[in-house]
Nanobody, 112 residues
Framework: QVRLVESGGGLVQAGGSLRLSCVASGSIFGLVPMGWYRQAPGKQRELVARIATGGNINYANSVKGRFTISREGAKNTVYLQMSSLKPEDTAVYYC??????WGQGTQVTVSS
């Protein structure tokens, strides 16, 4: 069983930045891929960024060049640094572990 706790969401103006954090319990953090997903109202949940254990990273086209995912093994934490935020980035952001476990989500709202 893995527990994921996200933090760092909030309200920001367009062009601003936020950093999301996700702390994972359990001992598998360094052994499995981690990812961030988001779900906007009325839309399906979508992958934002994913980082594999070997460091391979994938981003959604819509966030490339603006978002950066990273992981800190010593703290069992994965981050999502978001810059140049746009109103269309508004969504609930979820941390994911190995495509199986999910966090509770954190709201990100970008005002125009």
């Amino acid at each position: 069983q893995v527990r994921l706790v996200e933090s760092g969401g909030g309200l920001v103006q367009a062009g601003g930045s936020l950093r999301l954090s996700c702390v994972a319990s359990g001992s598998i953090f360094g052994l499995v891929p981690m990812g961030w997903y988001r779900q906007a109202p009325g839309k399906q949940r979508e992958l934002v960024a994913r980082i594999a254990t070997g460091g391979n990273i994938n981003y959604a086209n819509s966030v490339k060049g603006r978002f950066t995912i990273s992981r800190e093994g010593a703290k069992n934490t994965v981050y999502l640094q978001m810059s140049s935020l746009k109103p269309e980035d508004t969504a609930v952001y979820y941390c994911n572990c190995n495509t199986v476990w999910w966090g509770q989500g954190t709201q990100v709202t970008v005002s125009s």
